[in-house]
């Protein structure tokens, strides 16, 4: 079992950036490769970027390459999700995952967060 905080979110200018935080309290946070989805109003949860257990392996939705960037801090049982250049579009509700087995860009996560609001303005 982990329990996943996301922290960092709030309201930015097109063109800005934020900086998201996921921490992971329970189990050890070594074990899941993690995740950032998102889920704006009227649409589904969908995939944002993914990092390995390790940190090696890295998977980014094609809306965010070039302009996200996820990372884990071990020691700190931590997962950011660094977005530059945000747009209109980018607004949404960011959630954080994590997945015992494997990893992958799809919703097969075993543990989500509440999530954190991220609205970005014209």
């Known amino acids: 079992q982990v329990q996943l905080v996301e922290s960092g979110g709030g309201l930015v200018q097109a063109g800005g950036s934020l900086r998201l935080s996921c921490a992971a309290s329970?189990?050890?946070?070594?074990?899941?490769?993690m995740a950032w989805f998102r889920q704006a109003p009227g649409k589904e949860r969908e995939f944002v970027a993914a990092?390995?257990?390790?940190?090696?392996?890295?998977y980014y939705a094609d809306s965010v390459k070039g302009r996200f960037t996820i990372s884990r801090d071990n020691a700190k049982n931590t997962v950011y999700l660094q977005m530059n250049t945000l747009k209109p579009e980018d607004t949404a509700v960011y959630y954080c995952?994590?997945?015992?087995?494997?990893?992958?860009?799809?919703?097969?996560?075993?543990?989500w967060g509440q999530g954190t609001q991220v609205t970005v303005s014209h």
């Open positions: 990092i390995s257990r390790s940190g090696l392996t890295l």
């Open positions: 995952a994590a997945k015992v087995q494997g990893i992958t860009i799809t919703r097969a996560y075993d543990y």
């Open positions: 329970g189990r050890t946070f070594t074990t899941y490769a």
